[in-house]
Nanobody, 123 residues
Framework: LQLVESGGGLVQPGGSLRLSCAAS????????MGWFRQTPEGAREGVAS????????NYADSVRGRFTISRDNDNKTATLQMTNLKPEDTSVYYC???WGGGLSLLSWEYDSWGQGTQVTVSS
């Protein structure tokens, strides 16, 4: 599975941003999709995940209620809608795919990664 993110940029605190992830591959429906972001220490922190069917989602406590993950299996895309953004949301955001089920937010359980897109929240 190959992944390409888009939609990052600069936004003011309280603003919104929409990230998209385009996937290529024949078995997209079988992949759990996740969004991660880089911590200052260099780790990849799980932000949100969505099951292959799109029926179930999981969120980190820090973004629950502000971020929404969705997917379109017909077009092989995954989206992260971010609202009420805070300066601490500033990071490089990565789209990732995990073969099989589950809603993990653990980066080591994902086997396909995009190149990342920068999100900066600043006034």
């Amino acid at each position: 599975l190959q992944l390409v993110e888009s939609g990052g940029g600069l936004v003011q605190p309280g603003g919104s941003l929409r990230l998209s992830c385009a996937a290529s591959g024949f078995t997209y429906d079988f992949y759990t999709m996740g969004w991660f972001r880089q911590t200052p220490e260099g780790a990849r922190e799980g932000v949100a995940s969505i099951a292959g069917t799109g029926a179930n989602t999981n969120y980190a406590d820090s973004v629950r209620g502000r971020f929404t993950i969705s997917r379109d299996n017909d077009n092989k895309t995954a989206t992260l809608q971010m609202t009420n953004l805070k300066p601490e949301d500033t990071s490089v955001y990565y789209c990732a795919g995990r073969w099989g089920g589950g809603l993990s937010l653990l980066s080591w359980e994902y086997d396909s990664w995009g190149q990342g897109t920068q999100v900066t929240v600043s006034s």
